[in-house]
């Protein structure tokens, strides 16, 4: 048997609600102190964790348990078995208490400084941890930043994309300094700003509004919209045109008003995400245009124009390049178009790509076994190491804005978590994982937090049968059809128990 060996230390408790910056009001922050351990000595293994929960308003709190075994530096190991003042509808008082079952999570482990913290929430978030470090989450909504809860539950993300125009020079999020509470909350979480990368809203004409980039980027960049072969505005979705980045003027406006913006703003990110770079200019469906797009005005259709698609292409480089003379090696670039997923070349310049409606976009039926095959010349295993590293990328998100809903064997219609299955294909091949929140495109998070700790090798295929071995656990993911939505069983275990299983109709949990 093994146990752990206690440090004589008390670890002050994570204050995991927020203080209120500028002229908003916000409750009282939850209190946590005391924070006691000791691992009984009767061969049980279990752990007694002793804390004091304080909190003004008397809210009820959500309270939850952090274990680093190497002094603090992370915070991995699997802590899943707990009872007593732990989880939900917890109240403040004096002598808390919580029983760890540190031998079922972690039988046979024996670490020498184990430390734990407890976090309280008053805002019903739960911070449990995760590992590997791939969850992303994508909010590009227009959101209330006077709303804590919503940036607390943002600072749960590995990686977190929003909208940087909502937030460069509006009021309430610079005297908020919204980004600047995220990573607080968790200040090794990367933070991207979702920007335009061809075009402009048309109503962004309008000058009163609470987002002054918005406006601007539309008076900077309107001399440079972009026609078709019967003189159409060239429109590439609903409400939006296209710009001409042939034009370094065009370019040199953009990028401009980016680096303008980004150094007046107290909310500082740490890159931007490009939407989107293609090989040539993409139009929704149902957009009405007269004509076909035709960016140099010779007449000739932009698709059957090679000089005119070239030029399109080396804009892109133009622009990303231009960005990183001025805000540097170290501001990430974050490329969303399916130019990167095929173009090695172009995909190193970025430190990193998001897959669009995966697999569906680019890769070939079956998707998901196109996508997963070491055969395919741009499966995943290989293109994940195309972008940068520098940043501590790359930084790959598989998504999907999709639901899919089935029978389960209980008999109840259940909705897919897709989430959850490309957490599967990301702990393989090391990319992100992100979460729909119910068919829009603001992202949410899994409910199923898992430690597996860091990868102990690649992944190792069998035929149809894919596994990992992980610090503490693996991963093992069987390919049924192929096909999405439904394209592959998986299972997971942390320390010899599944803790998530899929293999529809049955799941788990």
């Known amino acids: 048997m093994s146990y752990i060996r206690t440090v004589s230390f008390i670890i002050a408790g994570c204050l995991l609600s927020l203080t209120t910056i500028g002229p908003a009001v916000h409750a009282a922050e939850p209190v946590v102190s005391n924070v006691q351990f000791n691992q009984r000595v009767d061969r049980t293994l279990l752990v007694d964790i002793y804390y004091d929960l304080y909190d003004a308003d008397g809210d009820s709190m959500m309270v939850s348990v952090n ?296 890769f070939p039926d079956p998707d998901m076994r196109t996508a997963l095959d070491p055969n395919y010349e741009y499966n995943l295993f290989r293109t994940r190491n195309w972008p940068r590293s520098q940043n501590g990328g790359p930084y790959v998100i598989l998504s999907h804005i999709g639901q899919n809903f089935f029978v389960d064997h209980l008999g109840e219609v259940t909705r897919l978590n897709l989430g959850d299955s490309y957490r599967a294909v990301g702990l393989l091949t090391d990319c992100y994982s992100s979460w729909n929140s119910h068919g829009s495109h603001t992202f949410g998070f899994t409910e199923n937090d898992i430690n597996l700790g860091a990868p102990l090798g690649p992944t190792v295929i069998n035929g149809d049968v894919y596994t990992r071995d992980f610090e503490f656990g693996k991963v093992e993911l069987t390919l049924t059809n192929g096909y999405y939505p439904n394209p592959h069983n998986y299972k997971i275990w942390v320390n010899g128990t599944i803790v998530e299983e899929l293999a529809i109709p049955y799941h788990y949990p």
């Not at 707990?82 to 989880?87: A, R, T, V």
């Not at 005005?297 to 990303?320: K, M, T």
């Not at 090696?329 to 897959?355: M, P, T």
């Open 67 to 362: 274990v680093s075994n190497d002094s603090g530096a992370s915070w991995d190991v699997p802590c899943l078995t707990l009872y007593g003042d732990i989880g939900p509808n917890i109240h403040a008082g004096t002598g808390k208490h919580i029983l760890w079952d540190y031998g079922t999570d972690n039988p046979g482990f024996e670490w020498a400084d184990c430390r734990i913290r407890v976090n309280a929430s008053d805002l019903g978030i739960n911070h449990e941890t995760h590992s590997p470090y791939n969850y992303a989450i994508l909010d590009w909504a227009e959101n209330d930043w006077t709303d804590y809860k919503h940036i607390e539950r943002l600072s749960r993300g590995d990686l977190v994309v929003v909208t940087a125009y909502f937030i460069w020079g509006n009021t309430t999020a610079e005297a908020m300094n919204v980004l600047g509470q995220i990573k607080a909350l968790n200040p090794s979480c990367v933070l991207l700003g979702y920007l335009p990368a061809k075009n402009s809203k048309i109503a962004w004409e309008n000058p009163n509004t609470p987002y002054p980039f918005t406006h601007a980027w539309w008076e900077r960049t309107y001399p440079y919209w972009s026609f078709t072969t019967t003189g159409d505005t060239l429109m590439d979705w609903p409400g939006k045109a296209v710009i001409n980045i042939l034009d370094p003027d065009c370019r040199e406006a953009m990028v401009t008003t980016i680096v303008e913006f980004h150094r007046a703003s107290n909310n500082v990110f740490d890159g931007i995400f490009w939407d989107y770079f293609n090989n040539e200019i993409w139009i929704a469906p149902g957009v009405d245009v007269d004509g076909d797009p035709d960016l140099d005005g010779d007449g000739i259709p932009h698709v059957s124009d090679q000089d005119e698609l070239q030029a399109w292409r080396d804009a892109q480089v133009s622009i990303v390049s231009a960005v990183r003379d001025s805000l540097g090696e170290d501001f990430i670039q974050f490329f969303n178009g399916q130019r990167a997923y095929g173009d090695s070349a172009f995909a190193a310049l970025s430190d990193g790509v998001y897959y669009e409606l995966f697999p569906t976009l680019f």
